[in-house]
């Protein structure tokens, strides 16, 4: 059975990011010097044809685009300048957005005023919320609320409040992203692959989705590990900082200024240390624009790296003004960190940049169960 | 018939003949045969030194035949020739024996490498008792040409030589010059309009006081030979006088392969399925329409059709390649918005400009896709009812290893470039050979890729093999300049090796004159016998070798030079 080619799909992939897709003649170089690139998952060669013939099926069944780590060295050795390796991160984001069953992730990454739009909402529903909101559930900014050298975060923004939106956020969040990777796995091994994977496989292999997730050793395989490291650091420590915010909120936002050498301070400290340092890579080589990798920066690409920066310096300001006690500084910056934590989650996770954390170590899974596959 | 005094002589050649061949041992095996009258050997025979060393011998002791046992013939015979000449004796009286590339280069035995020199040596010291002066000829030259074709390649000749003020007799079949390039639209990779090139240059021929133009004119017959021809020329049917020229240029081109007779494409069954030539007559006409009058939304474009399949023709056609980038900048002008596939088997970009011009192409949003020439053709079938296309492509994708389906409104055939079927007759007149594709064949593929075996007569253009307009017209000034410089000789040189017919005992069968490739046979009606014509004779011996009466000897190759050169080469027994 043969499959339509559809030439209006670029019109769709140029939106996500897609330069010259016509540049590329197969010679097959970048494929040849992949690190990653292995029998059965060849890319990026022919992930490329398949976009220029715009076959819309095997390229959603395709698991390829997010087993690249983008190190960039395709892109180098292209003799035709096709820039390989942003054609595969062009890829992840359309990939991301037919996950995505909202339709959500599609406007947010051809529209930069609908993404726009819904961080600002969010935004300004964070502020109503503590201005607006919490006074009216009778937690009013009272004068020993607001005095000099009384910070008294709990007080101002309760924990178990707090405690219960951060839950219904990760809830909506999981719900989502869970829905999408149903989704991709229909499509990867299901649909189009039209593959069979026995349940035991399926068990058998799940050590590699944990594997993924802590410590990206197929990123690794690149030649160049510098970004391994700082993308690392950036993970572990976001990561901890959102295990620690949303499971463990009552031992970490305390009233008490605890001791340097608490695990509450050091584990603060230290994913404080792991998103700078990798937003640091990120950001200056973005501007640079000296490494391959980064010399195409989508809007989405900022965005992100914008809305975390935020959050991080926000984040630090909490911590300096409470520890010098300014109680109105302090609520100032808490309400700040809130209002870009809240819309950089609920966009950046389930329908952006940010879901590729979930996306990429189950591609790694999902690519395991394709080898034990037995055609259905 | 003088006694033979032969002098023999031995060449080193440095080391090439030296280092496999005891160059001593060979010349004092050869001093003591029958009329050898001396036996030398010397470094470099070829050298001013060398030659001289010859010349002095022949002076000194009356010396009547030479022998030099060197390398090929078709290196130095001319040379030693010239040698003999100075010194006084015909050079026909000299015969050279091959110890190089026929032995020092091919052996590794020094020993067997000396006896076989010595076999060769004696071989053609043997021949040489029996060689006969022969007589050097030529004949004045005709200043005018016969150009037999109209398109760019005979045009550009005609100019070219009428330009130099020599008359041109131009005769076309068709009712109009310009040839296949007066259909061309642009032209590749400049896209310039091929119009604009040819409109001005059929104006200028046709005005030129020293071009005789013959439209709607076939050749009949051509007699004569180099520098004196005649020619019947027939205008609608009707015989022409007779006209007289020295040089002739065939430029008869090619015609496009038609693709009717492959099943998968269903050329003449869906209306817009077109050749490359009929796609140019839309483009030429400004409008680039389906049959229904509609524009077409998808357009594909299937190169290499007829061509580098064994089915059809193996060979390439070189230029479809580069024809059918240059639609897509024609068809991306006209319909900015069309789908444009470019399904092709390899693509070649082999000239000047033309890789970059592949390279700009792809940035004209078309889609490549590839298929296996020698494997699967692709299938062109009507479109299912609801489909938003008149036609459907299926094809294995080679890129991708995808079997696909290509939606398309307008399919362009991008057709292989044939030899003519109907020029067997100008074949058959100029005496011109075809290779097995039915081009004409050049007398060397690359030191005389112009001229053809048969003296006076040139090929230019795409009758020789298809090619490019700069290569046809290259092609063209490059004929056009070796017959000027002919006409400015006002004689050429003829071959002296002929054949000769012994009168008396022709039968009269006429095998030899159907076995001539250079019709310099012909039947005496009165005499009853063949006779040949000199200056068409090129010594192949072809007629020789079928007489059955023996009735025909080759000059310089008679049968007694023969049997002795071979009872010499077996004389020795070691």
Redesign the interface.
Known sequence: ?????Q??L?NQLIQFGIG?W??C??CGTCTAQCPLSEEGFLFPR?KI??M????KN?LEASVEPWLCYYCGDCSTSCP?DANPGELMMSLRRYLTSIYDWTGMSKKFYTSELWELGFIIAFAALVVLSFLIVLPSMGYHFTRELTAEGGVQVNAFAPIHVVETFDWTMAAIVASLLISNILRMYYKIIWKYGNMKVSIWVHIREFWLLILNFTVQPKFNKCDDKRYWLSHWFLMSGYTIMFIVIVVYLPWFQTEKILPVWHPQRLLGYYATFGLLFGLFVAIIGRIQRKDIKFLFSHISDWLFLAMLTLTAITGILIHIFRITGMPVATYISYIAHMSVLVPMILIEVPFSKWSHLAYRPFAVYFQQLKKYAVPR | MEEPRIGVYVCWCGTNISKMVDVEAVTKEVSTLPSVVLSKNYKYMCSDPGQDLIIKDIKSHNLNRVVVAACSPRLHELTFRNACEKAGINPYLFEMANIREQDSWVHTDRTEATKKAIDLVIAAIRRVRYHESLQKRSVNVDPSTLIIGGGISGMTAALEIANAGKKVFLIEKADHLGGQVARFDLTFPHLSSAQQMIGPMIQRVENHPMINVYLNTELKEVKGYIGNFTARLQFMGVEQPEITFGNIIAAVGLKPFDPSVIEEYSYGKFPDVITSLEFEDKLRAGRILTKYGKEPR?VAIIHCVGSRNKKYHEYCSRVCCMVALKFVHEIRAALPDA?I?EIYAD?RAYGKGHEEFY?MT??K??????YDQQKRLPVISEAHRDDDCNMLI?MN?L??G??????VDMVILMVNMEAHDNVKEVVRAIGVSLCGNQFFIEKHPKLDPVATTTGGVYIVGTCQGPKDIPDSVAQAKAAAARILGTIAQGSVAVEVTTAVVNESLCCGCQTCISVCPYTALSYDEIKKASVVNEVLCKGCGTCGGCCPAGAITSKHFTDRQILSEIEGIMSMSY
């Open positions: 059975m043969s499959v339509r080619v030439p209006e670029r010259d016509n540049a003649y197969h022919k044809r398949l220029q013939m715009g076959l095997e035709r | 998808n789908n596939f693509m390279a792809t940035h949003q078309i889609i490549f896709l590839m299926e994708e890129l991708s995808i079997d696909i389906e290509v939606p």
